[in-house]
């Protein structure tokens, strides 16, 4: 009769299922910096006591999806958004550190704010929401 030597044990060893999981948690932890999301950077406006001591070039989203534009201190006229692009560019021509202020309806869809905001993103201009100060509590 012949004897096994060797026992086979029934214990399982997690010491490299943890090393494993450890290796994998540092990965996506270093991977994960690296990764940029794709969002469009906005300059919100703090306060309504600050004022921009920069031309401000104004656009404006009525509740009726018109679009009205403005330069500086001008009267407001109404374009459509594909002209706006054009005008935006002859604005900074004529100021290139200029800010662009988006006063959009609150029943405007948000992606038409989002289409002002992209050709903004693409000319690399200064974008402003600009927003009504908050309702005072009674």
């Known amino acids: 009769m012949l004897k096994r030597r060797a026992k086979i044990s029934p214990n399982f060893s997690m ?37 921009s001591a920069k031309p401000l070039t104004r656009v404006i989203i009525d509740k ?34 200029m800010y662009v202020a988006l006063y959009a309806d609150e029943a405007v869809p948000y992606r038409e704010i989002v289409r002002v905001l992209n050709i903004a993103n693409e000319n690399h201009f200064k974008m402003v929401l600009a927003t009504r100060p908050p309702e005072e509590t009674k």
């Open 15 to 51: 010491a490299s299922m943890t090393d494993l999981i450890f290796l994998l948690l540092i990965f996506f932890m270093i991977t994960s910096t690296v990764v940029s999301p794709n969002a469009i950077k906005v300059l919100l406006p703090q306060g309504k006591q600050q004022t």
């Open 64 to 97: 009726d999806l018109n679009f009205y534009v403005a330069f500086g201190n001008e009267k407001e006229q109404e374009l459509q958004l594909s002209e706006l692009t054009p005008f935006l560019q002859a604005c900074a021509a004529k100021e290139p550190e």
